[in-house]
Each structure stands twice: as C-alpha cells, then as structure tokens.
C-alpha cells in the first residue's frame, strides 16, 4: 500500500507535454485534455500549431496550463492562409488534398514545431501528440521519452473488421487489399517526410506511417464516443477509445451574441448553417456559399442561424427568418435547433451529437466523408452532400428530408443523452497515468 501511494505522487508530480497542429477541431481536444491533466496535479505544456493563427492564451490561464504557440510562417497572413485553403477545398481528389495540406499547412511549420518537440520531450516527463504530428514522434524515439498518440477520427487505423476511408465497401474480402492500398497512397505522401527527419536523428527508418508513425506502440487514445466506435478484435491493447475530449462546463459559459436568445425563442427551432474553418472569406466563394444557405432555407421555409466568418454581418442581407453570427456557443445553441447544417469536421460533428440534434453534412475533404456517412449509418444524419457541386435546391433537399423524418429526431436526442453521460478526458487522463506507470494503455 505504501508503494502504490508513493506511486500515486510521483505521478501527480509529472510533468506532461502535449503537441497538436490542425485548425480549432483538432485542437480543441488538446486544450480539453490540457486543462483535465492539470485538474489532475500534472504540470502540462501544450505546443499549438493553428492554421490561422488563433490565441489561446485565455484558454491556458483559465486552466493553468502553459502555452506555447508555433507560427507557420507561409500562413501568418490571414488572406495567404484562406488561399491556400480555398486551393485545398476546391480540388475534389482526396490524394491532392493531402499532398496540398502536407506542402502548405505543415511543411513551412516543421523545423520549428521539431524545435519546440525536442523542447518538450528535455523538459517533460512524458508527451502526448496529435497522430499527424510527427515531429514530436520523432524527437521522442530520439529522447527516449514515454510518447501517446492521439486520434480525433477512428477511421485511419488498419483493420481486417473495417473497410478503409475513401474506398467503396464491396465486402470484407476487399478490406486487406483495400487497406493495403490506402496505405501505400499513405506513405507515398507521409514517409519521406517521416524517415528524413528519423535519418538526420540516426534513428531507423518507418516502414509504415498509419501503424508506426501515426499509433504509439504504448498508447494511441482515439478521442471518439465508445457508442459510436465499435472496437475491431485485431487493434489490440495499445488503442483505447476514450471518448470525446470536451473542455470543463465553465469553459463553455460563454453569452450567446446579443438578440440570438430573442430569435431562438420567438419560432420554431432553426437549422443552424455552419461551415466552420472551411468558410473562407474570399469574395466569390463567400458570396456564392451564402447566396446557397439563404436560398436553401427560403426553398423549405424554415428559420435559419448562419455563421459567417467577418465581424461586420450587416454586410449580408438576410430576410427575417434567417440570425447572422460570427459565432455562438454551440453547447448552448445547438440543443435549441432543430437540425445542424455542417462540413462533418470532428468538432462539429462531436457538438451535433452531444446537442442530440440530426445533422446534414456537406463535406469538404478529407473525414468529413467519414464522419457524414457514419451520422447516415447511425440514422442521426442525412445523405452526405458535398461542396464541390453543390447547389441550393440540393442542401434544400437535404434539409427538408432531415427535418422530415421524426424518428432521426428521437435517435439524434437518445444519442446525445448517452454521450452527455460519458467522461472522456477523465478516461484520458487515467490512460495516460496508466501509461507512465505500467507502459501499457
């Protein structure tokens, strides 16, 4: 008894850093564990790479963590960073995708999100990383540091049970070929980046970046719903589904914007109409993106709350029953809707479940795909749309098929009520306290 008090301090003495990279969805559940790591004693660093150069500041001194912010130097102008990703959106090749991501989102930032890795791993005792963020894998093997991945989309992991992203299920006959392929496509792109840096550390090269690079050998945490993620037999032990990864109840307090309360409680519940980070600011696109939302709702004559990203909203002419916002708190806004129109990024998508409101996914790129079809296979979401080719009289459809199916109503709210009851940064954090002590997830 007396070890495993000695042993109960010594952890709470540790010293963990965590690394992430991506836009506010994946970053979003590195704040969240951030911030349960320190309600546990720990002593946390978080390194933030953000596409667009968000401040998390207030985020780290409300919850006591420190922060580190790494720029990326092609993506400090706000009007470069939305060209760029308005190249990535527009393309509708998947493998394009990444390539574009890869050369304009993470290369620029590499060095110095390597710099601030090796920081991370001298200084800590044991780090946590976004499974793309390869740099912090590398300099811990380098440092013989104690490393977890994390996973906020459970479809990118091999299994014989699951067909693999972005290929047709014709039956699990096709899974191993299926898989073997999406990982050459997976390394063509990833590897030479990954054993480039391993060369210059003398450090052996990868062979495989899904099972090697992206999946700690000690623990891979998949911050995804258990009711949601079936467990294949064949992942084994190292892959643990924690659940979503939501930040404390008093972080997410925030007002709603002035005469949203007012809107929301004269009518029936709107369909909230959000793009998140995929909404760029470009004039064409924008125009053309609104001019969407707005004829869609006139076409099935609901209420509507869209989300535009600029702060002055008086720029866009709406009718009545359409509310303009830059943003709102989707925990307090969400459950008051009758339907969420999003891209299906994981944020999102995670906030429509919990709200349990049904979703109509257009997606962009990349898990979006995944994530609209798994909210169609759940029955809390209509058939997936996608931007490229779409059209108001399409998203009207969409929208007018949700809204007209009560039964996806009642499954979307059941839902919900199953995942409000779920903890899963508590789960993380015992995971990961598990890990520094026994070397096992």
């Not at 042993?7 to 010293?15: A, C, L, N, S």
């Not at 899904?210 to 992942?235: G, K």
């Not at 979503?244 to 409680?265: H, Q, V």
Request: charged fraction near 20%.
């Amino acid at each position: 008894m007396a070890w495993q008090v000695a042993v109960t301090r010594w952890i709470h003495e540790m010293k963990i850093g965590l690394q992430t990279w991506g836009s506010e969805g994946d970053i979003r559940p590195f704040t969240a564990l951030a911030a349960g790591l320190v309600d546990a004693g720990h002593q946390v660093t978080l390194v933030v790479t953000d596409n667009i150069g968000r401040d998390y500041r207030g985020v780290a001194t409300q919850y006591g963590f420190n922060l580190v912010a790494v720029p990326n130097p092609e993506m400090h102008d706000p009007a470069e960073a939305e060209a760029v990703w308005y190249k990535i959106i527009s393309t509708g090749n998947p493998i394009r995708q990444a390539k574009l991501i890869m050369e304009y989102g993470f290369d620029p930032a590499m060095e110095a999100m390597y710099g601030a890795a090796r920081e991370l791993c001298a200084t800590h005792d044991a780090v946590v990383g976004h499974f793309f963020v390869y740099p912090l894998r590398v300099a811990a093997e380098k440092a013989c540091v104690p490393m977890a991945t994390l996973n906020v989309v459970h479809n990118c992991l091999p299994s014989a049970e699951r067909c693999p992203p972005g290929l047709p299920d014709i039956g699990k006959w096709f899974y191993p070929l299926g898989w073997l392929l999406a990982r050459k496509m997976v390394n063509r792109i990833f590897l030479p980046r990954v054993n480039a840096l391993l060369a210059r550390e003398a450090l052996p090269p990868h062979r495989d970046a899904m099972t090697q690079t992206w999946a700690s050998e000690r623990l891979n945490l998949i911050a995804v719903s258990p009711s949601i993620c079936d467990v294949p037999r064949d992942w084994g032990k190292r892959h643990q589904v924690c659940g979503f990864l939501n930040p404390p109840l008093d972080s997410r307090t925030e007002d709603l914007p002035a005469g949203l309360n007012d809107f929301l409680a004269a009518g029936e519940p709107p369909v909230y109409i959000t793009f998140g980070s995929m909404m760029l600011d470009r004039p064409g696109y924008f125009r053309e993106t609104v001019d969407i939302w707005t004829t869609a709702v006139r076409q099935v004559g609901c209420r509507a709350i869209i989300q535009l990203p600029v702060q002055d909203l008086s720029i866009v002419a709406t009718d009545n029953p359409v509310f303009k916002v830059n943003r709102s708190p989707y925990v307090r806004t969400f459950p008051r809707c009758a339907a969420v129109v999003h891209h299906g990024g994981a944020g999102t998508t995670q906030s429509s479940l919990v709200a349990g409101r049904p979703s109509i996914v257009v997606a962009h790129m990349a898990d979006q795909f995944f994530w609209g079809d798994k909210l169609n296979r759940l029955g809390v979401g209509g058939k997936t749309l996608t931007r490229k080719g779409l059209t108001a009289g399409k998203l009207a459809k969409g929208i007018e098929a949700v809204l007209a199916d009560p039964r996806m109503a009642d499954r979307a709210k059941a839902l919900g009520g199953q995942l409000a009851m779920e903890n899963g940064v508590a789960n993380a954090v015992r995971l990961i306290e598990s890990m520094l002590v026994d070397g096992v997830g």
